[in-house]
């Protein structure tokens, strides 16, 4: 029986939460760093532990990614009694489409990413390309075979 | 046989997958080792559809005579 099937996702660093390890041993934390550093280079902004505010006061937090479209940057916070990773920005003004479509991106590059790794933790060869949807949004096809 | 497993990546981060020359109950069984294995890397995922692929689906990714096959059942001892 071979199937078809859709998920939502979400980025949780489950042995941050259940170890209580620091960050830097999470492998998740790996993917969500070489995730920011990819779309820096794409997008010619730089990896961060800091994002600004509305009024250009510096923030820190666990990781974040600046870029010439949104300067103010997203920032990453990582939960550590839940592993849940959240997004952190400020928006006001001219930029929620700016940051969420960060935020979006960001969030694609990792599952991509994570899905690559897995395929190869599995013992699968792993496949990578980049499509456009309908809308002409970038999709990415992760492909692993057997 | 050649088994595939193809994901697709949305915009906003979604995934969509599909397994394709799988016998029997290794698809299941692939698709929760994939879940698991994700989670370890900090993927989680919520199956929001999921579609049995049909016997005509089937029949064209896999040879016929071993899609019969893998439709039989052994008794349970």
Redesign the interface.
Known sequence: ??????????????RVAEEGVPLQQ????H??REALETLADELGGEVTDYIYDYFGRRRKCDLALITPLFPRGVGIEVRRTT?E?MFLYDDYGDYQGASRHLC??I??S???L??A???Q??N?EVEMEQGR?RYG?????????? | M????????????????????????Q??EA?E??RR?????????????????APE??AQ??PEGVWKR?KTRLPQQ
């Open positions: 029986m071979s199937h078809i099937a859709s998920y939502k996702s979400k980025i949780v660093l489950e999470d492998p998740g934390w993917l969500l592993g990773v979006d991106r969030m694609q990792f599952a991509a994570a899905v790794r897995a395929f933790t599995l699968y949807n949004e970038r999709t990415i096809l992760v492909r692993g075979v057997q | 050649e088994r595939r497993v193809e994901v697709r990546v949305d915009p906003d981060g979604s995934v969509h997958t599909e397994f394709v020359g799988f016998l029997g109950d698809c299941m698709a080792e994939m294995v994700l989670k370890s890397y900090g993927l989680s995922l919520e199956c929001v559809h999921f579609h049995e692929k689906e089937l990714e896999v893998s």
